[in-house]
């Protein structure tokens, strides 16, 4: 049976670059490492975030911010690992933008920090469109979710540094074709790193962690501090 | 450590109360029963409703409104079961309002429709937050998503009419605890009925579908058309 497309409306975003790279420079003067990570609900952020503490515990310094619409229990989670963490609620908006991250940063003590997180929203429409002044943004995607997601949420894809495919000890139960991912990813950006991991089984976290070493030994001799 | 909570904006949501009120009556006297289905990226939404068409299509003439950021993957996978189908594409934004929902309707031909399903964005957000003019508010919640999610989005459980649990075959892997879930749900909204399924193995789908003729039976009744 035939279908029609209907384009019901074009979206106007409210321009935050000036506030982003200010907080960019900003943090970037201050030695600090700023990832923005982005999923959806229950794609295994808070996960991550809490391997990769225990994982690198020793050698930086790991501060997050965990933005929520409600709630606070990814930042307790958190908090429990011995992280800085400040929790920030989104008053019912679905995305981060650079002003409400500034806020985020100001409220918090980032001295001597090395990698601040932003734990975004769960969701892969609003905050792919803000600029919330980070050096890196990360996503992830779970298998659970499906191969099919870089067409239905291409500016995600797209504004991505790097794609972490979370879940893969769930693989053989899904039906995730790793090439059908990629082709889909390819359509939007041609060059983003794509690493698979599980952060229970812990399958793959050293690539990602190495990523990460790599990325702060680059940022800082961009920004001019020896490593 | 402790951590604080900082408020970072209001949500200012735009009024289109008036306009889903025309349309919900709109269908009504149609008799097109309107159900807006709810839920984050790869929750199962497209399944279920292909699942529903294969069972109930004898009984019902189903029509879908297919709501994507991008793509048309989803309609094209209902349109093979050949249900009446459109796509509507948000430009962009993370849910559908009841203005683009009443120009998606005005699009198809709905005569003789019993069921005409929406699936919103994926995204337990935005969608939330506006009355698209449907009869029942329907979300799927799936297993791989966690147990804390009515903690997280609490206005997407209090706003539903019906909660889908879904990917119940992977509850042996996953650490989804059906009482913690419960419990979270009834903050939000005490006497919301919540079923359990899989639409990859069929468990739990007979109660949904009794859920489904019960609520058409009731819509008829109340739209004083024979059932």
């Keep these: 049976m035939k279908y029609d ?25 201050d030695g600090v490492f700023f990832i923005n990570l982005m999923a959806s609900p229950g794609a295994g952020k808070t996960t991550l975030l809490k391997r990769t503490i225990q994982a690198l515990g020793e050698e ?35 995305h981060m933008d650079a002003d409400m991250t500034a806020r985020g940063a100001a409220a918090m003590d980032l001295s001597g920090v090395d990698i601040l997180f932003l734990e975004n929203i769960g969701n892969l429409v609003c905050p ?7 050096h890196r943004r990360v996503m992830l995607l779970s298998v659970p979710e499906g191969d099919d997601k870089p067409l239905k949420y291409p500016l995600m894809f797209r504004v991505s540094d790097l794609l972490l495919v979370s879940k893969i000890d769930t693989l053989p139960i899904f039906d995730f ?22 952060a229970k089984t812990g399958e793959g976290l050293d690539a990602w962690l190495d990523w990460l070493r790599r990325e702060v030994r680059a940022f800082r001799t961009r920004a001019g501090k020896e490593d």
């Design 5 to 29: 497309i209907l384009e019901t409306r074009e979206r106007v975003t409210a321009d935050n670059t000036r506030e982003a790279a200010r907080l960019r420079e900003s943090m970037r003067s």
């Design 60 to 94: 930086y310094r790991i501060a997050v911010m965990e933005a929520d619409v409600d709630s606070d229990v990814d930042a307790r989670a958190i908090s429990e690992l011995g992280a800085r963490v400040i929790q920030l609620h989104s008053g019912g908006l679905c």
């Design 128 to 134: 792919a469109e803000f600029d919330v002044g980070s």
């Design 177 to 198: 074709q790793k090439e059908a991912l990629e082709a889909g990813v390819r359509t939007q950006n041609p060059k983003m790193p794509i690493l698979y991991l599980s």
